[in-house]
């Protein structure tokens, strides 16, 4: 198997990683050339006296080179990917090195399985309850923090809280991570984003957005304080909502979800110095929407996952919680799509409804993901909201997708001329991210090709993946 140019590309961790990757690709660089499966390798000229050696596995895809970038994949298994994809690699017997990667990819695989099937090892549980207890009283010591802070902000007034600098956020949020309470953390910190954001089509007002992002932080907070009134499911969203991690025990005690799984796009954001990498995805035979969200650092990069346009054939296990949608990848295996299409995918009037019976189930979501088939991608008006100076000044146009049962605005985006290229005036199926006021779109399925958005957002161009 090969993948394309743009999988290969959406692979990189950055928008300078694709330039660099994108120099590599150059057949008359590389030396050693071979593959034996969906295994590729070759040595390339760097600063050092000998060569770096590549080995890229393109059903990962997975990638290591010998050179000193802490970037994955790194410059040159991008390259080395970027060739193969330009003309295939041809067969050969893979050098020691090649084969010694290979024998240690199968190990740890089997290795894995074999403590899969081991029986979990005794824990202390006096100990354990322990732990839980008091990490369950700072959580409630920064609820109830938190409950003042907004109490008193209320009554200051929302115009009081616009003047207030970054630090007075940022205060709040430090307290609640040692409180252990970082969801709440997060959504602090992007309080005074909401404030200081660019007009976005039919999104409300800085003053509006702010106590709509004070407000899902209050039904969270109380959603918090009953968690013994709530359904399982439902306390375990809450829980996750305020930063509790899943076990990995819960994990394994959780369903396999087998089916035959489309990969969407990928999403890549930066959080408190990681690199957050969401990949979402959309059962082919079930219609259901998973997102498996992985995190990595300079010093321990992300994990490989399926690219963006690719199929994965096995089995998903998805994190407690209501409505379920974060999970994580069991057994199964990467491949070519079997098609490009969008399961699930529905009318503008059905997405709003969903989306509303979601909030009903945890009102303090920010976005959801919704699918939208055969609407048209056209511009609605001339006029968005502004104030008199400044970067809040002009006219911006707003462009929405649409069908007969009405439409949706689509959140302003360099990628956006791209999207309407595609598009073309003709009817498409959509899928992105819904915040109740516009789209974020992640991919776009037109006249049986899959195009999805890069997953770093410095690429103003839509990549066809499959």
Same mark, same amino acid.
């Given at each position: 198997m090969?993948?394309?140019?743009?999988?290969?590309? $959406?692979?990189?961790?950055?928008?300078?990683?694709?330039?660099?990757?994108?120099? &590599?690709?150059?057949? &008359?660089?590389? =030396?050693?050339l071979g593959r034996a499966g969906t295994v590729?390798?070759? %040595?390339?000229? +760097?600063?050092?006296?000998?060569?770096?050696?590549? !080995? *890229? $596995?393109?059903?990962?895809?997975?990638?290591?080179?010998?050179?000193?970038?802490?970037?994955?994949?790194?410059k040159h298994g991008l390259g080395l990917m970027l060739v193969d994809a330009a003309s295939p690699i041809a067969e050969g017997e893979p050098p020691d090195w090649a084969a010694a990667w290979m024998k240690g990819r199968e190990s740890r695989a089997g290795a894995a399985k074999t403590r899969a099937k081991e029986p979990a090892k005794p824990v202390d549980e006096r100990a354990q309850?322990?732990?839980?207890?008091?990490r369950e009283d700072r959580v409630a010591a920064s609820l109830d923090e938190l409950d003042l802070w907004l109490r008193d902000m209320m009554r200051r007034g929302l115009a009081a809280a616009r003047s207030e600098p970054y630090a007075f956020w940022d205060r709040m949020?430090?307290?609640?991570?040692?409180?252990? *309470?970082?969801?709440?953390? #997060?959504?602090?910190? *992007?309080?005074?984003g909401l404030?200081?954001?660019?007009?976005?089509?039919? =999104? @409300?007002?800085?003053?509006?957005?702010? /106590?709509?992002?004070?407000?899902?932080?209050?039904l969270l907070l109380r959603a918090a304080r009953r968690l013994d009134a709530l359904a399982p499911e439902q306390a375990a969203g809450v829980r996750a909502a305020l930063g509790y991690p899943v076990t990995a025990e819960e994990m394994a005690a959780r369903p396999d979800h087998a089916d035959t799984w489309a990969v969407l796009a990928h999403a890549v954001e930066e959080e408190d110095r990681l690199t957050a990498r969401s990949v979402w995805l959309v059962g082919r035979v079930s219609g259901a929407l998973a997102q498996v969200i992985d995190y990595g650092t300079s010093g321990s990069p992300l994990p490989p996952a399926p690219a963006a346009g690719q199929d994965f054939s096995g089995?998903?296990?998805? %994190?407690?919680? $209501? @409505?379920?949608?974060?999970?994580s990848f069991r057994e199964g295996r990467a491949g070519p799509a079997a098609r490009a299409e969008l399961p699930g995918a529905t009318s503008v009037a059905a997405a709003r409804d969903t989306f509303a019976e979601v909030l009903a189930r945890a009102p303090w979501l920010e976005r959801w993901p919704v699918r939208l088939a055969n609407v048209r991608l056209g511009r609605l008006a001339a006029t =968005?909201? /502004? /104030?008199?100076?400044?970067?809040?000044?002009?006219?911006?146009?707003?462009?929405?997708? +649409?069908?007969?049962? /009405?439409?949706?605005?689509?959140?302003?985006?360099?990628?956006? @001329?791209?999207?309407?290229? !595609?598009?073309?005036? #003709?009817?498409? $199926?959509?899928? +992105?991210?819904?915040? +109740?006021?516009?789209?974020?779109?992640?991919?776009?399925?037109?006249?049986?090709?899959?195009?999805?958005?890069?997953?770093?957002?410095? %690429? @103003?161009?839509?990549?066809?993946?499959a």
């Open positions: 090969s993948l394309t140019t743009a999988q290969i590309l $959406d692979l990189a961790p950055d928008a300078s990683s694709r330039k660099a990757g994108q120099d &590599q690709a150059k057949p &008359q660089k590389w =030396a050693g590729i390798w070759g %040595q390339i000229k +760097g600063s050092g006296a000998s060569p770096y050696r590549t !080995v *890229a $596995d393109l059903a990962g895809p997975a990638s290591k080179c010998t050179c000193p970038s802490r970037k994955f994949p790194c309850a322990k732990r839980r207890q008091a949020a430090g307290r609640l991570v040692d409180g252990q *309470a970082p969801g709440l953390a #997060r959504r602090v910190r *992007a309080l005074p404030i200081a954001a660019a007009p976005q089509p039919g =999104a @409300p007002r800085p003053e509006a957005a702010l /106590g709509l992002g004070l407000g899902r932080l209050a089995a998903l296990a998805f %994190q407690p919680g $209501d @409505p379920p949608l974060r999970a =968005a909201s /502004g /104030g008199k100076t400044g970067h809040r000044t002009g006219h911006l146009p707003t462009f929405a997708a +649409g069908d007969e049962t /009405g439409c949706l605005a689509l959140r302003a985006d360099t990628r956006l @001329p791209s999207l309407l290229a !595609v598009a073309a005036g #003709r009817p498409v $199926d959509l899928f +992105g991210l819904y915040d +109740g006021y516009g789209l974020h779109p992640l991919a776009l399925v037109a006249e049986g090709r899959l195009y999805a958005m890069p997953a770093q957002g410095a %690429q @103003p161009v839509l990549l066809q993946v």
